[in-house]
């Protein structure tokens, strides 16, 4: 498969994939809230690279926290292209089960964190309880 960084970012700005236009709002959102005490990254790329892999993955698109995991690739690598064939590469070989239309797998993973916690840190757990910011996650 053809992983052209510029090719799917460009399918994505061109408006051929029209439905993905919804994913820029909160791309956008996210991507002003993440890494601000690391200015020297530029936004805008990782805003592009995040569209990119949206116009890639259509099935997935873009989901809230992707521009973590994409935007740790860009600040290691500090380039579009090979951060976006990184982060493929990451999804389809371990993370894309996680980001599917229900969460299934991932609301596994909260819940058994959320065992490990109870069992191996109980007052954290309690804390977790007490402000209910764990709850919404589990099964």
Avoid: T, W
């Avoid at 873009?62 to 292209?81: P, R, S, T, V």
């Avoid at 982060?87 to 609301?107: A, E, G, I, S, Y």
């Avoid at 065992?115 to 007490?130: G, M, N, Q, S, T």
């Amino acid at each position: 498969m053809d992983l052209d960084y510029k090719s799917f970012l460009k399918d994505y700005e061109g408006g051929q994939i029209h439905a993905l236009k919804q994913a820029e709002e909160v791309i956008h959102i996210d991507i002003v809230r993440s890494f601000k005490k690391h200015g020297e990254y530029n936004q805008e790329e990782l805003k592009n690279i995040l569209k990119a892999y949206a116009a890639f993955d259509r099935e997935i698109s873009y989901c809230q926290g992707m521009n973590y995991i994409m935007g740790f690739f860009y600040l290691h690598e500090q380039d579009a292209e090979v951060s976006f064939k990184s982060f493929v590469k990451l999804m389809d070989r371990h993370m894309k089960v996680m980001f599917d239309k229900d969460f299934r797998q991932l609301k596994n993973y909260f819940f058994k964190l959320n065992r490990l916690v109870d069992i191996y840190l109980p007052d954290l757990a309690e804390h977790f309880k007490v402000k209910s910011c764990f709850e919404k996650y589990l099964i």
